[in-house]
């Protein structure tokens, strides 16, 4: 599987950037989908995952802020973000994870800065 990522950049603290990640490569149905995210000196955290039912699971800090969703049929995922702030400034990384395997596969990442 291959996964590229796409709509990183630089944004001013109460803006808005939408990231895409689509996988390639693939001819297992994706179980779930999603993004990560790793801040300097910090570990990857979860950002938001979504089900191929649509089922969606979000960290406590990007709640109302963030929208995870998806293209079933371009295997794709995309992440909504509105309200930034200068917390959510991290290399943001998607992922997926095939029905029937027990690890996923991460895209290469994709650079969000946020400027207060």
């Known amino acids: 599987v291959q996964l590229q990522a796409s709509g990183g950049g630089l944004v001013q603290a109460g803006g808005y950037l939408r990231l895409s990640c689509a996988a390639s490569r693939i001819s297992d149905r994706l179980n779930r989908m999603g993004w990560y995210r790793q801040a300097p000196g910090k570990q990857r955290e979860l950002v938001a995952t979504i089900s191929e039912g649509g089922n969606m699971n979000y960290a406590d800090s990007v709640k109302g802020r963030f929208t995870v969703s998806r293209n079933n049929a371009k295997n794709t995922v995309y992440l909504q973000m509105n309200s930034l702030k200068p917390e959510d400034t991290a290399v943001y990384y998607c992922?997926?994870?095939?029905?029937?395997?027990?690890?996923?596969?991460w895209g290469q990442g994709t650079l969000v800065t946020v400027s207060s």
């Open positions: 992922y997926v994870l095939r029905w029937g395997r027990s690890t996923g596969a």
